[in-house]
């Protein structure tokens, strides 16, 4: 009688064993979503008794599929925090101006530097899109104006030199027609006064 009892306890030992080895056959894999699925399997495993679990065949399965969903876990945790970075320096960046350039690239690498599952949970991407395009329209307007402003000292420095060669040029020839009607001087010194040496009755070429 005892023995009977005895079968029949082990019985349903091993039945209640085969269910929960059944929960954790039903596992193909192991993802995020099924981590509740996962902690019934636990809980049911948890609930058998000292001999019970001894006849559970797939209790390593189960610590593989729960160190799984553990480093699916922390991984998750690692994207989510490399998201929100990227995020944090996205919203940094504020009002767009020529100075936001450095702000503007490090949020692009930062983003590109992420996975594919870490930039899915990036919301603001828009944000650094729009901040882009900004940047290179107000860049863009910055090179024209640069350009207006070059060519129009270039113009002026232009029509100041032409304006200085004209003043040379008018400067020269006024110099040259001073020079051309100026008489030059008559050194009286020089000439010999016969009527001092002669007498004032000599009359010149006359001899006499």
């Known amino acids: 009688m005892n023995e009977l009892k005895e079968q029949a306890h082990i019985e349903s030992a091993k039945d209640n064993a085969k269910h929960v080895d ?3 056959k039903g ?9 509740k699925d996962l902690e019934k399997v636990n809980k049911a495993y948890k609930n058998l008794t000292k001999e019970e679990k001894g006849f ?10 729960n160190k799984t969903l553990s480093s699916l876990k922390e991984e998750a945790k690692k994207d989510k925090e490399a998201a929100m970075s990227c995020m944090d320096k996205i919203n940094a960046i504020g009002e767009v101006t020529l100075d936001s350039e450095a702000k503007i690239t490090d949020a692009r690498n930062t983003y590109n530097a992420l996975t594919e599952n870490q930039k899915a949970l990036v919301t603001n991407i828009d944000v650094l899109t729009n901040a882009e395009s900004t940047l290179s329209a107000k860049k863009e307007e910055q090179a024209k104006a640069t350009a207006k402003a070059n060519e129009e000292a270039r113009k002026k420095t232009q029509t100041n030199t ?3 060669q004209t003043n040379n040029q008018a400067s020269n020839q006024t110099n040259n027609a001073n020079a051309n009607t100026s008489t030059p001087s008559t050194n009286n010194s020089s000439t010999t006064d016969w009527t001092t040496v002669y007498g004032p009755d000599y009359h010149a070429g006359t001899g006499a």
């Open 56 to 65: 559970v065949t797939e209790k390593k399965t189960l610590d593989k599929l």
């Open 22 to 24: 059944s929960m954790i």
């Open 27 to 35: 596992f193909k894999e192991v993802t995020l979503d099924k981590e």
């Open 162 to 164: 032409r304006k200085a």
